[in-house]
Nanobody, 124 residues
Framework: QVQLVESGGGLVQPGGSLRLSCVASGRTGSSRMLGWFRQAPGKERDFVAAISRSGGSSYYADSVKGRFTISRDNAKNIVYLQMNSLKPEDTAVYYC?????????????????WGQGTQVTVSS
């Protein structure tokens, strides 16, 4: 089992920045891929970004490329999502997730463990 706890969400003005963190505990050695997803009210859960265990491979949704950066610190079992140039359409609950095998796709149902989510609201 892997437990995930997200933090760092909040209210930010358009054009602002936030950094989300996700701390993993438990069987973290099996965490091959770490991903961030988001879900706005009434919408499906969407892929945001993912990173491999080594950090050598990362993937982004087209909507966040050039604005968001995913990174991980394996020594601390933390994955980060740096979000810059935030837009109102980025408003959602953001979730981190773990997949125990390598996976470069965006299907959230393929991930094995999930955090409880952190709210990000972009509004003036």
């Amino acid at each position: 089992q892997v437990q995930l706890v997200e933090s760092g969400g909040g209210l930010v003005q358009p054009g602002g920045s936030l950094r989300l963190s996700c701390v993993a505990s438990g069987r973290t050695g099996s965490s091959r891929m770490l991903g961030w997803f988001r879900q706005a009210p009434g919408k499906e859960r969407d892929f945001v970004a993912a990173i491999s265990r080594s950090g050598g491979s990362s993937y982004y949704a087209d909507s966040v490329k050039g604005r968001f950066t995913i990174s991980r610190d394996n020594a601390k079992n933390i994955v980060y999502l740096q979000m810059n140039s935030l837009k109102p359409e980025d408003t959602a609950v953001y979730y981190c997730a773990v997949k125990e095998a390598y996976y470069s796709g965006s299907d959230y149902t393929r991930y094995d463990y999930w955090g409880q989510g952190t709210q990000v609201t972009v509004s003036s």
